[in-house]
């Protein structure tokens, strides 16, 4: 349990605590077990909240999204971030019943806000490698377009270049059963993996979610404007929108914006927020 706590407060400190973090999970190997564990739990007690991290539209500055972030409010350890969680459950395949449940926890948001959110508002939803090629994730959404193609067009499903290479037939059916739905689809962390630009045109993809990994260190004179260009301008070609992320600073925004970046989403815009925090930081933008 203190090694628990502690795990947990290098986590609240942030991820500068990286290597004392890491340090305690090889320590306490043992807690692997206690997130298979608790996690079935955790399901039935609805442990798992989303942060709702607001994407924006660089020519308009406006809000046109969101990306749902899970966090689990556990019972002994207090609120816990993906990172802790994710990897364990990936190894036990209980990540595609967590992807299901944020799935459907934003679907459910989507229906709540209706009132308030723009017209074009879309929320973006993670899904893992074993989650996108599931058939339970793909007949929910089947189904819930069936009772309301309006909510389930304001989807974007976030895939990772993984999930592109692992199955990829499975993967090819649902990303083409998505166009048919009309639900959106974006390409995160571009630039950390393969990075190959053959998936660009070889799968229909909706946005290019370009890497922190690329923005970060943009302020300085770097080559990484040259590259930064070259996938921006290619990924316009073929109609696909560009986000960055992890945009931290001012100069990093301007920087994006001239380059011609779509989205923008970071810390410097706004940090992943609480449902009441969103609904307040979208409001106020809006006025
Ligand atoms: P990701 O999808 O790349 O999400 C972006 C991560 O960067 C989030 O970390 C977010 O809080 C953080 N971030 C956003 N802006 C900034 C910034 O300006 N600076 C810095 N340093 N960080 C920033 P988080 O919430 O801890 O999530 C980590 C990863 O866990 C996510 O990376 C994603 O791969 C996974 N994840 C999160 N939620 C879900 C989910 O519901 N389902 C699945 N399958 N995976 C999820
Ligand atoms: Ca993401
Ligand atoms: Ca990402």
């Not at 290098?10 to 340090?23: C, D, I, P, S, T």
């Not at 809000?63 to 802790?84: M, N, S, T, Y």
């Not at 990924?235 to 960055?244: G, H, M, N, P």
């Not at 301007?254 to 992943?272: F, M, T, V």
Request: aromatic share 10%.
């Amino acid at each position: 349990i203190d090694a628990d706590h502690a795990m947990y407060q290098a986590k609240l400190m942030g991820r500068n605590q990286y290597v004392f973090f890491e340090a305690l999970a090889e320590q306490n190997k043992t807690s692997n077990v206690k997130v298979e564990y608790d996690f079935d739990n955790a399901v039935n007690n609805l442990e798992f909240i989303g942060n709702y991290q607001p994407l924006i539209d660089f020519r308009s500055g406006d809000v046109i999204g969101a990306e749902v972030l899970v966090r689990w409010q556990h019972p002994k350890l207090g609120l816990v971030f993906p990172d802790f969680f994710i990897p364990t459950l990936e190894k036990s395949g209980q990540i595609v019943q967590l992807d299901l449940y944020m799935l459907k926890l934003a679907l459910s948001k989507l229906k709540l806000w209706a009132d308030w959110l723009p017209e074009k508002f879309k929320l973006n939803v993670n899904v893992s490698t074993s989650g996108f090629a599931s058939e339970d994730f793909i007949r929910y959404l089947q189904e819930q377009h069936q009772k309301s193609a309006v909510i389930t067009e304001r989807l974007c499903i976030e895939i990772t270049e993984e999930s592109l290479i692992l199955n990829v037939d499975a993967v090819k059916k649902h990303l083409d059963i998505l166009k048919e739905l009309n639900i959106s689809v974006a390409l995160d962390d571009f630039g950390t993996g393969y990075s190959s630009l053959s998936y660009l045109h070889q799968f229909s993809l909706d946005y290019l979610k370009i890497d922190k990994s690329f923005v970060d260190g943009l302020n300085a004179i770097s080559n990484k404007v040259v590259i930064l260009n070259a996938v921006v301008n290619l990924a316009k070609a073929l109609k696909i929108k560009t986000t960055a992320e992890g945009i931290e600073t001012a100069e990093q925004y301007q920087k994006l914006k001239e380059i011609g970046c779509d989205l923008g989403q970071g810390y410097h815009i706004a940090k992943p927020l609480l449902e009441a925090d969103f609904k307040r930081f979208l409001l106020n933008r809006s006025l």
